[in-house]
């Protein structure tokens, strides 16, 4: 499903309907940049045969304060934890400028007991000019549901390390523990191993300008990255939610990947890229609008519908 609309009407307009029904609510909302975010959409010109590229308005990402941006997400934060599933996670994804104060913010929303893992996603880019380290990741910071309850998670591996390899082989090894409880020493098995449990800094690149995920949309996040947390965090047939959808990069893995999903974004271009997006894949979302009053006629393709949600 996908929502043309404020995430905020629509988060409160879903619970309405549906209660609390999702296992896994991912939020990449704008990351305080100060700057109006554009699409690059690349087109043949018919007569020159040129490749030209168009730049189209898609979403504004400047703030009165800090404070105003805080604000504006936990109130969001706060609404998506109410559709949470008990067993449910929620991550949010933001940068080093404030995922501290997202952090201390969501710990205030779920109860620092629920905090379950921030995730470093670290990627190569082409190199800023600045004196100053190259800024090569960002913050994912997972929540769980409830703290006493089991969440859902599904133990993702990565490949061994050169040196484990090495001493090691590639076969499962078991921990012999003292009479103490503490591991003493290793021992070989003969079972191959699936590779190491996944950590909690990740190694993806951006979304290289000739993949073929690529939309143009700006800050478009990889999809093995969104593969990862809904592999880890959901089983099929769950229901995922993207409250800040962009290009519609949840909502394709997740229809890859046989889960239902719900995304919304406030924008038209986003709302056009992850229509077509998902098109080229085969998935027809249904469709959505969200309006802040009751609209006069509606202005809507075949096989869409334009609701008042919430007023
Ligand atoms: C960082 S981008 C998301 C990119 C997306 N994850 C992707 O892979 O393409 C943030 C998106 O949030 C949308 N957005 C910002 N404020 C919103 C709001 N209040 N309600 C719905 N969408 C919003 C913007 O239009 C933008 O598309």
Not at 47 to 52: A, I, L, M, P, Q
Not at 65 to 88: F, I, K, N, W
């Amino acid at each position: 499903m996908l929502v043309h609309g404020d995430n905020l009407l629509a988060m409160r307009a879903l619970g309405e309907r549906a209660g609390s029904p999702f296992s896994l609510i991912y939020l990449d909302p704008p990351f305080f940049t100060g700057r109006q975010h554009e699409r690059v959409d690349r087109r043949r010109d018919p007569e020159t045969g040129n490749v030209v590229r168009l730049m189209r308005p898609a979403f504004d990402d400047r703030w009165d304060s800090l404070q105003h941006y805080l604000g504006e997400l936990g109130t969001r934060v706060e609404a998506a934890r109410a559709l949470l599933a008990p067993d449910g996670c929620l991550v949010v994804h933001v940068d080093p400028k404030t995922s501290h104060y997202a952090k201390v913010m969501c710990d205030e929303i779920f109860g620092p007991e629920c905090f379950a893992s921030e995730i470093v996603w670290r990627y190569r880019r082409w190199p800023a000019k600045t004196k100053n380290f190259q800024r090569v990741h960002d913050v994912l910071l997972r929540y769980v549901a409830k703290a006493d309850v089991e969440p859902k998670f599904r133990q993702l591996y990565e490949p061994l390390a050169a040196s484990t390899l090495k001493t090691w082989g590639d076969k499962k090894q078991r921990a012999v523990v003292g009479g103490d409880g503490r591991r003493t020493r290793s021992s070989r098995t003969e079972e191959a191993t699936p590779g190491a449990p996944l950590g909690d800094v990740w190694e993806i690149g951006i979304v290289a300008p000739i993949a073929r995920e690529r939309t143009g949309y700006p800050t478009q996040k990889p999809e093995e990255l969104l593969e990862r947390l809904i592999r880890a965090c959901t089983d099929p047939d769950d229901l995922v939610l993207d409250p800040y959808a962009g290009s519609g990069t949840t909502l394709a893995v997740a229809a890859r990947l046989g889960r239902r999903a719900v995304g919304i974004d406030v924008g038209g271009e986003a709302v056009r890229v992850a229509r077509k997006r998902l098109k080229a894949q085969g998935v027809r979302p249904y469709e959505e609008r969200v309006v802040l009053e009751a609209p006069g006629p509606a202005k809507t393709k075949p096989g869409s519908r334009a609701t008042a949600l919430a007023g």
